[in-house]
């Protein structure tokens, strides 16, 4: 990794995913960075980069796809872009000052990735990050392996549950912490334990809003079913909002033989959309939304950030079909 520059950017998805790759970077390898993130779905984070010669990026867990024309840019500027992903890239270019570490494995994730080029040397974070992606299998496995006990990957899902949950929402507003807060919050410590016993009240706070607001969504019944997919309806609240990407993930570790589409009203007449194709079958989320505009995601998890209302029924009958 490129270590000199005028200036270093850490670009971030806002998410567990995000977050957990950018501590284990800088635990290993400390800069002073000026941080570019935002609300989960929020990836076109390059286009707020604007470096210059000499100056050096760190993108994490937003696709390049989304990314390129801006990553063009940065590197004509004569920038270097560290970039580390697991979402389909699109024509990936080769320059000398892009590094780019890119896995769509539907088993890994980027903060994965990055504890793969770093050896495993904080590892406990990798974990918390893979089961907040709801990779929860491959999540505990790297936990038994590595000697974790049982209570410790408890709080390790706990955390990175958590802290995905934090990422989403409409707005920053929406949400309890900003994500680049959240992330100051916890980069100075080794573990996701040391960071939980020395500032619990964090933890609480998002554990408490988590506890909260997945019980409003615990009486919900899909709108539509079939014996393949299950189609659910959030309201235009907070709660919800908030609520919308984890839910999707309880509903498939519930029933993971089904997909999943949680949907979310919005105040501008549009919907915000989360796709989970089932876990006994990680494939063709990704396909799906790329038929609506401003869809976008992985094989087994993907979303639409606002479908038109009149979509609405076209998305659902395309859903039903896609898994049927």
């Not at 699109?90 to 539907?106: K, R, V, Y």
Request: aromatic share 8%; glycine share 8%.
């Amino acid at each position: 990794m490129t270590t000199t520059g005028k200036r270093h950017f850490g670009a971030f998805n806002g998410d567990a995913d995000g977050i957990c790759a950018l501590i284990q970077l800088r635990r290993a390898e400390p800069k002073e960075s000026i941080l570019v993130t935002g609300v989960k779905r929020d990836i076109n984070l390059l286009k707020r980069v604007d470096a210059v010669s000499g100056d050096t990026v760190t993108a994490l867990d937003i696709a390049f796809e989304k990314n390129s024309a801006d990553a063009a840019r940065i590197l004509d500027a004569g920038a270097s872009i560290f970039y580390a992903d697991h979402h389909n890239p699109g024509e990936l270019p080769s320059h000398p000052a892009l590094e780019a570490h890119i896995n769509t494995a539907p088993d890994t994730c980027t903060s994965l990735i990055i504890d793969q080029l770093l050896g495993g040397q904080y590892r406990a974070w990798a974990i918390a990050a893979a089961f907040g992606d709801n990779l929860t299998d491959v999540a505990q496995n790297l936990a038994d392996q590595s000697g974790f006990t049982a209570e410790q990957a408890v709080v390790l899902k706990k955390l990175g549950v958590c802290i995905n949950y934090n990422g989403y929402g409409a707005s920053l507003d929406d949400l309890f912490y900003h994500p680049a807060e959240l992330y100051q919050l916890m980069d100075a410590f080794d573990t996701p334990f040391d960071f939980i016993e020395a500032l619990p009240e964090v933890f609480e706070t998002l554990a408490n809003g988590y506890d909260s607001d997945m019980a409003s969504a615990a009486s919900l019944a899909p709108i539509r079913e079939t014996s393949t997919a299950a189609t659910f309806m959030l309201p235009n609240e907070q709660w919800a909002r908030r609520v919308s990407g984890v839910y999707g993930n309880d509903l498939a570790n519930r029933s993971p033989s089904r997909a999943h589409a949680v949907i979310t009203e919005k105040a501008d007449d549009t919907y915000q959309v989360s796709v989970r194709a089932p876990l006994t079958n990680k494939s063709g989320a990704d396909e799906l939304v790329k038929q609506f505009p401003t869809g976008g995601g992985r094989k087994g998890a993907a979303g639409i950030n606002a479908l038109p209302k009149e979509q609405l029924d076209a998305f659902i009958s395309a859903f039903e079909a896609q898994y049927s």
